[in-house]
């Protein structure tokens, strides 16, 4: 079963995952000869300072990750240096100096990331010379990269960890920076837009309270304002709808989740054609220079939108589902964006979860792990028992971290 060529057997699984999005014909033969083969995978890891670490290598294969070792063995800590491979703060979202090794120097690590143009080499860290900024430094193959959009080319990385699990009962912007992630996994540009359309709310906002700022200038940073808002809005509507459909495709033991984008931005794109909801956006804000002066916010745009999730069988709105519901609502979610990337790239995203399985029961831990070895991704699933993962056997590599060594099992 390990023994597999990852190249030849990466492209049977490419051909039928972007056919039709779905994830073979669940045989023992179509599992056992996808599993290991996943055709993106981090295949060797190097940490220096990086939390618990000083120094560590893991060299790896393509087949899905298994962490298991004593509560503060460094099990997070490991994933979260391969949510570094995606552009942002990591799955902690955390500060850069926080991920210092508490008396050591600037994190830094280095990956290989074996993909279908062959083996890519990623290092990345904290900017020893950013003197009190934090900067985040990238290169790839050796070439120092502006920015860190470019490693959304290279690897879709997609995760879910206990800190997630109060997504439906904390605010709309905890959703809306949930949706906003899973919109960089399709459109890097996507996080400039945000950036950009927060920084121009806040200078609007301080204008009006300050009293300062002219009509020119106020016409000039709504007109932005809208165009970028409304962009803003219809990449997390239609992301929200593209998951929603994926997520129809899941079978197995996983509740359905039904998911829309809801606002007042939301309502005029349901309406009208982009363009008039742009002319309407802009007409409110002007109309809302006094009061919003007054509440120092906007009263319209994409920062007062939400993610409305729902259980499709119950009909329940999720906030209002048990706590074990939501995390299958979530993992269904995160299971349907693996099978979007998986269509829309070709090839799977690496996906990390953290204490996942010990939450599921008998048969949903199965139906993951089955699901995980037909989709051909390389999962990265950690727990603090090794009986866990038991039934991956040989499907999947072994490790045992204990106080930061990390050792195959
Ligand atoms: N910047 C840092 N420098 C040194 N150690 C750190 C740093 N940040 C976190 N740690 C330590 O790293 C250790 C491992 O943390 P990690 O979250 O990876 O544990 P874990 O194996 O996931 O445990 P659990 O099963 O409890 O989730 C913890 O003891 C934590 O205190
Ligand atoms: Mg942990």
């Known amino acids: 079963m390990i023994a597999v060529p990852a190249s030849s057997v990466a492209q049977v699984g490419v051909t039928r995952f972007a056919a039709d999005g779905t994830a073979g014909d669940g045989t023992e033969r179509d599992r056992a000869s996808i599993a290991g083969t996943a055709a993106v995978a981090v295949t060797r890891l190097d940490l220096t300072d990086f939390r618990c670490y000083r120094q560590a290598r893991i060299d790896l294969d393509g087949r899905p990750v298994a962490l298991a070792g004593p509560n503060g063995a460094g099990k997070t800590n490991l994933l979260e240096a391969v949510s570094f491979l995606a552009p942002g703060r990591g799955l902690r979202r955390s500060k ?17 990331i074996q993909t279908e143009a062959g083996p890519v080499a990623v290092g ?97 940073i709504e007109e932005q304002l809208a165009s970028q808002g409304v962009a803003i809005a219809v990449a997390r509507r239609d992301l929200a709808t593209a998951i929603d459909h994926a997520a129809a495709e899941g079978v197995g033991p996983f509740p359905r989740p039904r998911l829309a984008m809801t606002g007042q931005i939301e309502e005029w794109l349901e309406e009208m054609p982009a ?77 990390l979860l953290d204490e996942v399985a010990a939450h599921l029961d008998g048969e949903r831990r199965t139906h993951l792990y089955d699901e995980i070895l037909a989709l051909g991704v390389q999962a990265w699933l950690t727990g603090t028992d090794a009986d866990l993962f038991g039934p991956l056997a040989e499907a999947a590599q072994h490790f045992r971290v204990v106080d930061a060594i990390v050792t195959p099992r």
């Open 275 to 351: 363009l008039a909801a742009e002319d309407r956006m802009r007409q409110a804000l002007a109309a809302g220079r006094r009061s919003d002066g007054d509440s120092g916010g906007a009263a319209v745009g994409p920062h007062r939108s939400d993610l409305a999730v729902r259980h499709a069988l119950k009909d329940m709105p999720a906030e209002h589902c048990s706590t074990g519901e939501q995390k299958a609502l979530l993992l269904a979610i995160v299971l349907a964006d693996v099978r979007l990337q998986t269509a829309a790239r070709g090839v799977p995203p690496i996906l």
């Open 96 to 112: 850069l100096s926080e991920v210092d090794r508490i008396g050591g120097g600037p994190w830094g690590m280095a990956a290989t």
């Open 124 to 220: 990345t860290g904290r900017d020893p010379e950013g003197e009190g900024r934090e900067r985040r430094v990238l290169r790839i193959d050796g070439t120092p990269q502006r920015g860190q959009a470019s490693l959304t080319g290279i690897a879709g990385v997609v995760w879910l960890t206990p800190q997630m699990d109060r997504l439906f009962l904390e605010s709309a912007g905890g959703r809306r920076r949930f949706v906003d992630r899973l919109v960089f996994g399709f459109d890097p540009e996507h996080a400039g837009r945000v950036a950009a359309y927060e920084h121009a709310l806040r200078e609007r906002g301080r204008l009006l309270r300050e009293r300062a700022g002219d009509r020119t200038w106020f016409a000039g």
